[in-house]
């Protein structure tokens, strides 16, 4: 089973979903040979929903955002936009696709062009494309579509150069851009990581609101899951490992009650902003801190070497499927599939 | 296994008890810019820190971090200059004037008395040497120990790091994990039994796994050799974690000092509060959180009076007239908690992180 076909389908009107990467692969040949950063993984975006892919560095999340963008081809695999499928469309629909799913950056210092003023910035996409016509009329949205991400007054920024911004800021002048050519999809990769906590928040509260009042859909990738908690509460959360999906289900209970043992490390390893709770917080060990490459990937379970539930002859045989535990929360891992989450955690999801 | 540390409880807020290790007075560092200009980076800052404890530095990028940690171990660019006073006391009762410190002195003063492991650990290296050149051109220059004894103290701290010495002393810097790596510095830093240790953002970076091995190993070591340690973070959670003592850092000053259930619990500086609502926590519910508005002000252009001003909901007035002083909240001995600010009073921290599921052990 995938994650597509698990996942409670909740749209609005039963409609196809936005984005559909279906069994995609990305093989990348390297001088320890071909490795593949993204292995077989099935993913889908409803519109206005909220999708997160967390991961640690080198889980393939920025790969497989290229591929959702239609930045980078799959090797194996196909991705759908609208349910079409994107390698198959002629130049007019592929442009009309590339501008309907927008990608921004993770680094807001190198996503700018430093030549180039705000309104610079912002108004050749609009003329580019005919959104609007003559440069008054592309001044004027360029300051709408500051004002949306609360760059306001936006006076005091159209003639500003990066430089003179600050990160959160820039970071706001970048989705200002991708919001240029009104977008059904926003892949947002990392892109308040670079930011302070403070600023951090008022830019996902931003982009919230995106979410929110224009129906815009996400694709929010993060190693950091209180970010994704954050933002992706009302969603679903994909965590990757190692170029596969290891466990895909609704935020609250991705968050809450785990059942993958590598989300249940992640989940647990992370300190608290709470000085009590943090020291009181249960941890497991793993068997291995190492990584290992995907040159070299473990047999069966990738996560094997490191799995405080790892058992002999089960976790290195076969790769685990990805099925479903619980409603709408789906697992691939041997053990669990066997035993069932039942008495992992006492909890109970809150949401 | 299981690597929770329950020792920061008992190690708690003790500010004030007892003799400083360090004793840092109205401390600042200055950088030329070019053109006869300059900026203060840090200005004025007074720091206790005693024997064994921990202390967080947290605040957002550019209020003065990483420039107060250099400074304080005599470790800034050439552009910077410090000034006021750093006393350090050794266990035998000698107080050294660290500003003083010159040549042969100051070497010793840096790896015997505090050592400290850089923000962005792949610098802190020579790419071309082996760690275990690193471990002997570390030891031989302050020491005389013999080649076995140098050996056994590199692998004896390589364990205590969890790194099998075997595999990592012949290895190239570039050849390890970022978390190997960071934890190679850790060791390397503890080779001559220092007695403060800084860090700075010593997680940053790192993934969530690796964070954790880190955190758990400086439990473990602090516990083994009892150093005390300066920590840098723009990461509350790992202040939460990791400290007896958090002091907020805001353009250039410290605007709040206590024990960190204080700080976390009951923060009375407007900008400490701002942090700790902007940090989503794991567990539990979703919360509300909020951010503070702006960001930090240019160090050429200080806002009048409180510089947090102009970010402040507090703020009235009064605010932008002087600059508040750090003073004391409570009376109570050993339970010293400092805040700069005029209306502390106002101040309360109405959330608190609920661990809803009850604590899983
Ligand atoms: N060599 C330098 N010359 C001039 N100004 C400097 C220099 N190094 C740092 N500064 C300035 O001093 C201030 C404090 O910098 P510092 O690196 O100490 O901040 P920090 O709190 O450690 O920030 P971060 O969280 O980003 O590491 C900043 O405004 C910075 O721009
Ligand atoms: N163009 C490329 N050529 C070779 N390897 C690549 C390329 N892009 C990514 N990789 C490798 O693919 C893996 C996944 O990378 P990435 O998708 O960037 O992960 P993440 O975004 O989760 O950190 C990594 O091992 C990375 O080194
Ligand atoms: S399959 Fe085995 S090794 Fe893999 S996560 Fe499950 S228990 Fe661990
Ligand atoms: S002194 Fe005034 S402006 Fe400064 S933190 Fe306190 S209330 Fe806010
Ligand atoms: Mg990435
Ligand atoms: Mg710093």
Same mark, same amino acid.
């Given at each position: 089973m995938t994650a597509t076909e698990t996942a409670p389908q909740d749209r609005v009107d039963g409609s196809t979903p936005l984005m559909t990467l279906a069994a995609v692969s990305q093989v990348f040949d390297t001088k320890a040979g071909p490795i593949r950063?993204?292995? !077989?993984i099935d993913l889908s975006v409803n519109p206005g929903e909220v999708l997160c892919l967390v991961g640690e560095s080198g889980s393939g999340k920025t790969t497989a955002a290229r591929m959702a963008a239609g930045l980078a081809r799959p090797t194996d695999g196909k991705v759908e936009f609208a349910g079409n499928d994107i390698w198959s469309m002629n130049r007019h629909d592929f442009g009309s696709f590339r501008r309907s799913v927008q990608y921004v950056h993770q680094d807001p210092y190198a996503s700018l062009n430093p030549t180039r003023t705000i309104q610079q910035t912002i108004t050749a996409p609009l003329l580019k494309h005919g959104v609007v016509k003559g440069n008054k009329a592309a001044a004027d949205k360029a300051a709408e579509l500051l004002t949306k991400v609360d760059l306001t007054p936006p006076e005091n920024y159209l +003639? !500003?150069? +990066?430089?003179?911004?600050s990160g959160g800021q820039r970071q706001r002048v970048a989705v200002a851009r991708a919001l240029t050519l009104d977008p059904k999809l926003i892949i947002a990769d990392e892109s308040t990581s670079m930011l302070d906590v403070s600023i951090r928040i008022s830019v996902l509260a931003m982009l919230g609101r995106l979410r929110d009042d224009l129906g815009v859909g996400f694709l929010f990738i993060t190693h950091d899951l209180a970010i994704a908690k954050y933002f992706g509460w009302h969603g679903k959360t994909a965590v990757m490992y190692l170029g596969r999906i290891v466990e895909f289900g609704p935020t609250p209970k991705i968050i809450n009650a785990p059942t993958h043992p590598y989300t249940r490390a992640l989940i647990d390893a992370i300190p608290e902003p709470d000085p009590d709770l943090t020291k009181t917080k249960g941890r497991q060990s793993l068997r291995s801190l190492e990584i290992p490459s995907l040159a070299h990937l473990p047999s069966g379970c990738s996560f094997h070497p490191r799995c405080p539930l790892f058992e002999d002859g089960l976790c290195d045989g076969e790769v685990p499927e990805l099925v479903e535990i619980r409603s709408g929360q789906s697992a691939a891992c041997h053990v669990v599939a066997r035993d069932g989450a039942g008495e992992v955690r006492p909890d109970e999801p809150v949401a | 296994m299981v690597t929770t540390s329950t020792s920061g409880a008992t190690r708690a807020a003790r500010g004030g008890e007892g003799k400083p290790l360090l004793s840092v007075r109205d401390f600042k560092v200055e950088y030329r810019? $070019? $053109? $006869?200009a300059t900026v203060q980076a840090v200005r004025g800052v007074d720091l206790d820190l005693y024997p064994g404890e921990s202390l967080a530095l947290v605040g957002e990028s550019g209020c003065g971090k990483t420039t107060l940690g250099l400074g304080l171990l005599r470790l @800034?660019?050439?552009l910077g200059h410090a000034s006021g006073k750093v006393i350090f006391n050794r266990g035998d009762g000698t107080e050294i004037d660290i500003l003083g410190l010159d040549g042969r002195d100051l070497r010793e003063f840096r790896w015997r008395d505090a050592a400290m492991v850089f923000q $962005? %650990?792949? =610098? %802190?290296? =020579?790419?071309? @040497?082996k760690i275990r050149a690193h471990m002997h051109d570390t030891m031989r220059a302050h020491t005389k120990a013999t080649r076995q004894e140098i050996e056994d103290r590199a692998g004896e701290l390589l364990r205590l790091v969890r790194l099998e010495p075997e595999r990592v002393m012949d290895c190239y810097p570039h050849e390890l994990s970022g978390g190997m790596r960071q934890r190679v510095l850790i060791a390397m830093s503890l080779l001559l039994e220092p007695e403060v240790l800084i860090l700075d953002e010593p997680t940053t970076a790192l993934d969530i796994l690796t964070q954790r091995s880190i955190v758990d190993v400086l439990h473990e070591v602090r516990e083994r050799l009892g150093f005390s340690m300066i920590f840098i973070s723009h990461d509350l959670s790992l202040a939460a974690e990791l400290a007896d003592r958090v002091a907020t850092m805001y353009a250039g000053r410290l605007v709040e000092t206590g024990g960190v259930r204080d700080l976390f619990y009951r923060p009375r500086h407007p900008y400490t509060l701002g942090l700790i609502k902007a940090v989503p926590p794991i567990v539990g519910d979703l919360p509300d959180l909020e951010s503070i508005p702006g960001g930090p002000p240019s160090l050429a252009a200080l806002p009048k009076g409180c510089t947090f001003n102009p970010r402040c909901k507090f703020a009235t007035d009064e605010c932008r007239q002087a600059e508040p002083d750090l003073l004391p909240v409570t009376d109570e001995p050993g339970n010293a908690h400092d805040v700069a600010c005029i209306h502390w009073k106002d101040v309360h921290l109405e959330r608190r992180v609920q661990d809803d599921l009850g604590t899983a052990s």
């Open positions: 950063a993204v292995d !077989k +003639p !500003k150069f +990066p430089h003179q911004l | 810019t $070019g $053109g $006869g @800034l660019p050439r $962005g %650990a792949m =610098n %802190a290296f =020579n790419p071309v @040497l």
